[in-house]
């Protein structure tokens, strides 16, 4: 059967995610040499003799394709496909079809030739997938134009053509195509969405029975104490340790993290899994510290470092490719508070500039996680966590200015706390 998306109804579109931060779009024209002439071919298409291939998985919310994918990803590192470069493809049925949506990658052969090709299909044989996703190769035709020919590989070798069309530039659509499915893949909107993603892992990831362990042993819906409980967010290295440390010392309050301690210990190992996967456990970890806020929050004020709105704004962020405007638009449901999370009094939200932020990063002095590096890399990434950060809603987060000193930021967040809390 043809992929979904690919029906004669409804024209797969295709975008093609750069480093730069616009989207590289393109599409399949119906009949042979209609449409789309006179306008440029794609920029990511190069000239001979240069070669494209492209292939694509499903983006269904599955632990098996999101892990197909990822393996995919690290493949195509490898052997002959080293020399390649390898840029994410989004597959999505004209308008606006969520359920066709497919992830992958389009594939830039600079050299051309046919080791390329055979090894790409050995790739894709090599999965154990039967059948093995359709390859997609990027031919020029006579008078320049460009034609996808996809083939569909039998297992036991040879292929079929399952379709030849030509390839025409294409609008980049009004919405990000890997919008309508964030909610799926990686911003879950309740404890069991959170939780039957882990669950699907158990055979694949001992540590996920672990953690299923001790979010089943949490009581479920808990509910808040009568004391204050302040929630501080923020980028890496805004201060929000700092901060949460003097808050504490202030007000006598309780530090919790999310995520907490009793699984901060499988941390690494879910950072390595797809997001689909990863983002499922520090969903999770929410759940566990809300039980632990519901307890203490009894006792005296308690202040959480990173909670619920991390957990979304880092997977946003990371899901949706190049500027900030592809984001979501606001009021979106990821952008929604989890009706079945306890939620905080007060989220108080640590920005400073870049700049600043890096000054504080090297000050730090300690190894960079590959995702620091990441932000400093990518200012792009930054702003669209900060900007997710800023969308939330329900409740939302108030920006604090944290770039002045330790003294008075922390005097100015006690303020806040004392005029949204009450006296304490
Ligand atoms: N207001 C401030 N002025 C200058 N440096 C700060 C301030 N707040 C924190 N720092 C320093 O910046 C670095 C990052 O702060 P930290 O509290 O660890 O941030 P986070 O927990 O958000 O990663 C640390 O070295 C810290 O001492
Ligand atoms: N409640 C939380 C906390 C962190 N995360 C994720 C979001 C990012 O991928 C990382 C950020 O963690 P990082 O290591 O930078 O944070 P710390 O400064 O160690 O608190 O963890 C989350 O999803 N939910």
């Known amino acids: 059967a043809p992929p979904a998306g690919c029906s004669a109804q409804a024209r797969p579109c295709f975008a093609v995610e750069g480093p730069g931060s616009d989207l590289v779009c393109f599409t399949l024209s119906g009949s042979e040499g ?20 492209s292939l694509c998985v499903p983006a269904a919310p599955s632990v098996p394709a999101a892990r197909l994918h990822r393996r995919l990803r690290q493949r195509l590192r490898q052997g002959p496909l080293g020399r390649c470069r390898v840029l994410g493809l989004l597959c999505y049925s004209a308008p606006g079809g969520q359920a066709a949506l497919e992830k992958g990658f389009l594939i830039q052969d600079p050299q051309g030739g046919a080791e390329t090709e055979r090894a790409l299909e050995e790739l894709l044989r090599g999965q154990g997938e039967l059948p093995p996703p359709p390859l997609g190769v990027y031919e020029a035709g006579e008078r320049g134009e460009l034609w996808q020919c996809l083939w569909v590989l039998r297992g036991a070798g040879g292929r079929d053509l399952l379709r030849r069309a030509r390839v025409v530039a294409a609008e980049e659509p009004p919405l990000h195509p890997a919008v309508p499915g964030l909610r799926h893949a990686a911003v879950f909107l309740s404890l069991e969405a959170a939780r039957s993603v882990v669950e699907q892992c158990t055979s694949l990831i001992p540590e996920a029975t672990a953690v299923l362990d001790l979010v089943d042993k949490c009581p479920k819906h808990s509910k808040k104490g009568d004391f204050p409980v302040i929630v501080i967010e923020g980028l890496d290295a805004t201060g929000k ?20 301690a009793c699984i901060s210990q499988w941390r690494k190992t879910f950072d390595d899994e797809p997001t689909l996967i990863r983002r499922a456990f520090y969903a999770l970890g929410n759940y566990i510290v809300a039980s632990e806020i519901a307890k203490a929050s009894t006792e005296s004020p308690v202040v959480v470092d990173r909670y619920w709105h991390s957990t979304a704004a880092y997977a946003i962020a990371t899901e949706i490719s190049g500027k900030v405007q592809n984001l979501p638009p606001t009021q979106h449901e990821v952008y929604q508070w989890p009706e079945d999370l ?26 960079k996680t590959e995702e620091e590096t990441e932000l400093e890399a990518n200012s792009l990434f930054r702003q669209k966590v900060e900007e997710s950060y800023k969308r939330m809603e329900n ?19 006690l303020h806040l706390i004392k005029k949204h809390c009450g006296s304490l």
């Not at 789309?36 to 494209?52: E, Q, V």
């Open 34 to 53: 209609a449409g789309g002439s006179g306008r440029p071919l794609p920029r990511c298409f190069l000239p001979a003799p240069a070669r494209c291939y």
């Open 241 to 260: 340790t700092t901060v949460t440390q003097s808050v504490k010392d202030s007000l006598n309050a309780l530090l919790l993290r999310s995520p907490p």
């Open 342 to 367: 306890l939620k905080p009094d007060l989220v108080l939200l640590l920005t400073v500039s870049p700049e600043e932020r890096i000054r504080r990063l090297q000050g730090r002095g300690l190894e």
């Open 395 to 413: 409740p939302g987060c108030q920006e604090v200015d944290a770039s002045p000193s330790r003294e008075e930021v922390l005097r100015t967040v």
